[in-house]
């Protein structure tokens, strides 16, 4: 597509609107001669006593109609036609009486002048002259009366006056002239600006009628695609008719939905293209065609980039995996040492050592808790975590981890009650899973929870799902944070909050749900405690007689 640039020539009209131009102003002209000519013979044929100053009147008024018929056809015609209008019409006035004589009407000449071009920039340009010629045919009423003055002085000085004023107001319309044509240019060059934008981008972009026929086209030329071309003519034309069903098709999708997609080989083309559309309004639409083969290229470097994260991020998995698993064995071994230190198995010791040897197994026991919690995460994301499925009641998992996490609650002032039902809840699970469950859950409750605070603990069944429910009278968790915890790494409340974890507990347990086929569900409003509920489709309907448990009291609070 060939664009000139302002810099170096003006901007033309395309031919078409020259034409209709033309031949406005052609019938137009004609038009005001018939009438002129048709109301001088009128006068004629009637033998009305008419003055030389009428006839002169008449032919005066004539003579724009005529320049419009010369000129009508040539560069920036309409401009001389208004101004050519308006000065006739200024002088038919002053020679029948001014703006009370007979041809006062005609000063509103220049405005229908611009009218007739159908070029909306001389609107303004016929009004102000309309506007001048009235004010001239006014002056004329008032300082020129229709019988001779004996003062040639005050004649000359009357017409002086409106000689001033008509070059005022024809200064006047000359700079609003110069200052539209400056804005017309401006426009025009910011047109011709984008038009270079829109062909140097690397895309055909079209717009479409309801008929798939192509309304513009900007973009380079590509084979069975020139943008100079397609104009006119439907797009589904451009390729075989067995393609062009698919672009039909894409079309009233495209108006049905709001935007479409489709591939088709354009006619001459050894190359597919893709077909993007967007529906811009009730009957109309755009599009973007671009090569299939560019698309399918950079489809394959995102397939092999994403393959590439990917494997990092499961590199990354195994060397966790790896290193939580070598980290363990030494660790073991200092607890086991520390504990046989608590015990005094080789003799006494003073209470200080005593003090450190707690300190070491409870920083112990809480580090290898991290190691088994990254550990876990590890064979989860790198998918080599396999669930050891067995038959058991439910309530005696739980029951567990209440009695392991009563020490905790009691040191933090924290009720901790169990809700349990009073008949077995057997489940086809993970033992070792619904343990870190319950027990992810409590301590999460327990370090978001002030003293005096409750934390609870609900197993009940609904439907085919057991339902873990666990909840707290915390500080709550803020819609920000309820977006991201759950997450692996990710972290709520304040800093001394989160320096009690890894960010793993959630989506250790959230993980684990999902393992179960089951779901995660936290409920949390701030200063109004949080509620934590995991669904595990795991219910036994059918099971034998479990073997005998702790007794658990039928909805009992277990403290």
Known sequence: MSIQTPATSQPARPPAQDARRARAVTGWSAGWLAAVAAAAAGLWIGRAEVTPLSWLALAVGAAPALVGLLVARRPGAGVALVLAWAACAVGSSLLTGGLTGPLAFWCLAPLAAAAATGEVRLAALGGAAALIAAGLAAMAAISLPPTPIANWTDYWLRLLSIASLAGGLAAGVVLLQRRQTHDVRRGRAAEVRMERLLAEQPFVLVTLDAEGRVQSAYGPTAPGLDPEHLPGRRLAETTDTEQAAVIEAAIRKALADGEAEARFTPAGADQPVALVLRRAAARRLVGALRSAAWQIGREAELEEARAQAEARNAGKSRFLANMSHELRTPLNAIMGFSDIMRARLFGPMSDKYAEYAELIHESGGHLLDLINDVLDMSKIEAER?????????????????????????????????????????????????????????????????????????????????????????????????????????????????????????????????????????????????????????????????PAPVAPVESQATIH
């Open 385 to 545: 975590f396999e669930l050891a499925r067995e038959e058991f009641d439910a309530r005696e998992a739980v029951s567990a981890v209440l009695r392991l996490m009563r020490g905790q609650a009691d040191r933090a002032r924290i009720q901790l009650r169990g809700v349990l039902p009073k008949e077995p809840l057997m489940v086809d699970a993970d033992r070792r899973a619904l343990k870190q469950i319950t027990l992810n859950l409590i301590s999460n409750a327990l370090r978001f929870t002030p003293a005096e605070g409750q934390v609870t603990v609900a197993l009940h069944e609904v439907g085919e799902a057991m339902e873990l429910v666990v909840s707290d009278t915390g500080a709550g968790i803020g819609p920000e944070d309820l977006k991201r915890i759950g997450r692996p790494y990710e972290q709520a409340g304040d800093a001394n909050a989160r320096a009690g974890g890894t960010g793993l507990g959630l989506s250790l347990v959230r993980a684990f749900a999902e393992l179960h086929g089951g779901e995660m569900i936290i409920e949390s409003r701030v200063g109004e405690g949080t509620q934590v509920t995991v669904s595990l489709p795991v219910l036994l309907r059918e099971t034998p007689v």
